[in-house]
């Protein structure tokens, strides 16, 4: 599976309310507090219904935020960015509302260290 370029924006829900049969629901109310920006193409690969992809993404625009009354900047926590890897079922989910494709997902992210 090959997945295109593009930007990723991370949102700050400080007041939680967002509801799983309405993705969007995640980023109402919220504040963008970060864009990142996928510049090549995903490794990834498959075995029988499980599939499996690691995915870097470089930090392009971040602004300051508060959060629990502390201040912080993503440019702070992961300049260069993050790594991400996830792990996932091929077989797709009933649908919701103005999402015809849903599948099971789980990942996890580190930071990407100094660049050099």
Partial sequence: ????????????K?????DF??????????EHIAT??????????????????????????SK????HD??????DLIPHGATQIGNGEKTLLPPVPNYPSVSAFMGSAFAIGKQV
């Fill in 1 to 12: 599976m090959e997945y295109p370029e593009g930007n990723w924006k991370l949102f700050l």
């Fill in 64 to 67: 300051p935020f508060t959060f």
């Fill in 21 to 30: 049969t309405y993705p969007a629901s995640f980023s109402n109310d919220a």
């Fill in 36 to 61: 990142f920006r996928r510049e090549v193409s995903a490794v990834s690969a498959s075995i029988n219904t499980l599939s499996t992809s690691v995915i870097s993404f470089r930090l392009t625009w």
């Fill in 70 to 75: 502390k201040p912080y900047d993503i440019k």
């Fill in 14 to 18: 400080t007041k939680p309310a967002a």
